[in-house]
């Protein structure tokens, strides 16, 4: 699988980026610090692609990319807050490939990989089609990756499907609320609530997999696992 190297400061953004990359595909691995991304690079063969932050606790990133490129060919994404024209101007000079500004969705981060993949000649990593979900728009099912098909009503697929949409990334309950609350019903938490632990249920019960759905207590529900959307 193609190596990627996550190096963040902020742990749970590094968690979610190497969790997410690594149910995309790719062999993701975290860096907190310089130090730690200096010993990766000089323990063996470097990572295809280093998504590097600019604000670390022992070093700069724009120096740090100016460092990678003297001595590595990996490609590097900068993801930042640090958003206006000269500080992007400023990532680049300093060899960056790619320049993202913090706030950017789990799935831009994955589609700017595997862009520089393809332009680096390194074809990109994908999903195992066995080990993903497939929802069907069409019919409304939802297909386990043991090829387990289960019907869906209205309200679960309306669910599911803006979960899906945003894989990796947090739906929130006012969100999910408002796609499956029926015209004129009052529709509330405590539905939300009901609608979730009937669907879990009815989906292991048909397929004999458990839906890879994460409660973000207090925020609302993420889908976890790579799904394709027919």
């Excluded at 997410?20 to 691995?29: E, I, P, Q, V, Y």
């Excluded at 990133?61 to 024209?85: K, V, Y």
């Excluded at 700017?112 to 393809?118: V, Y």
């Excluded at 599911?160 to 609350?181: F, K, M, P, S, Y």
Aim: proline residues 4%; contains cysteine.
């Amino acid at each position: 699988m193609t190596a990627i190297l996550v190096v963040e400061d902020e742990p749970r953004l590094r968690a979610d980026l190497v969790d997410f990359l690594g149910l995309s595909g790719f062999a993701a691995t975290g860096a907190a610090t310089a130090a730690d991304l200096r010993a990766v690079l000089a323990g063996g063969e470097a990572p295809a692609i280093i998504v590097l932050d600019v604000g670390l606790p022992d070093g700069n990133g724009f120096d740090l990319a100016a460092e990678i490129r003297q001595s590595h060919d990996c490609g590097i994404i900068m993801l930042t807050a640090l958003g206006d024209s000269d500080d992007r101007i400023r990532g680049f000079e300093s060899g960056a490939d790619i320049y993202l500004v913090k706030g950017s969705t789990l799935r831009e981060i994955e589609a700017a990989i595997r862009s520089l993949l393809r332009r680096t000649g390194v074809t990109p990593a994908a999903p195992d089609k066995i080990d993903s979900w497939f929802l069907n728009g069409a019919g409304w099912f939802l297909t386990a990756p043991n090829r387990q098909t289960v019907k869906l009503t209205a309200t679960e697929f309306a669910f599911l499907n803006l979960l899906c949409g945003r894989v990796g990334n947090v739906c929130t309950r006012d969100e999910l609320v408002a796609i499956t609350a029926r015209p004129g019903s009052q529709f509330d938490d405590r539905h939300l609530d009901a609608v979730v632990s009937r669907l879990r249920r009815k989906i292991e019960q048909s397929t004999g997999f458990p839906i890879p759905l994460q409660v973000v207590y207090g925020v609302g529900y993420t889908f976890t696992a790579p799904v394709l959307i027919e």
